[in-house]
Nanobody
Framework: QVQLVESGGGLVQTGDSLRLSCAASRRSFNCMAWFRQAPGKEREFVAA????????NYADSVKGRFTISRDNAKNTVYLQMNSLKVEDTAVYYC?????????????????WGQGTQVTVSS
């Protein structure tokens, strides 16, 4: 059983930065992604990255502010979040699957982390 463990969340102010990490218990999957879920809202896609790191995909709401990256030697994927906004407040989840396709489909992912809270205050 694969375990994904997120870390790096916290309470920050508007305009600040945070870097989230997701460590996998074994060799990383081809597709690693970040999702987020705000109170009362559905879980939404944030970003995804392929095994080589050469292909990334972002939600329009975070393009230009967030950067996803991975270190396969450490089985870890990162989400660098800059210029944070109040509307970025959510629980952020790491997810993994084999195929780099249907990136925004929560049901297509095989493994999920427990989530890490990110709160952005004004």
């Amino acid at each position: 059983q694969v375990q994904l463990v997120e870390s790096g969340g916290g309470l920050v102010q508007t305009g600040d930065s945070l870097r989230l990490s997701c460590a996998a218990s074994r060799r990383s999957f081809n597709c690693m992604a970040w999702f987020r879920q705000a109170p009362g809202k559905e879980r939404e896609f944030v970003a995804a990255i392929s095994w080589s790191g050469g292909t990334t995909n972002y939600a329009d709401s975070v393009k230009g502010r967030f950067t996803i990256s991975r270190d396969n030697a450490k089985n870890t994927v990162y989400l660098q979040m800059n210029s944070l906004k109040v509307e970025d407040t959510a629980v952020y989840y790491c997810a993994a699957k084999r195929a780099f396709a249907a990136l925004g489909s929560t049901s297509s992912y095989d493994y999920w982390g427990q989530g890490t809270q990110v709160t952005v205050s004004s």
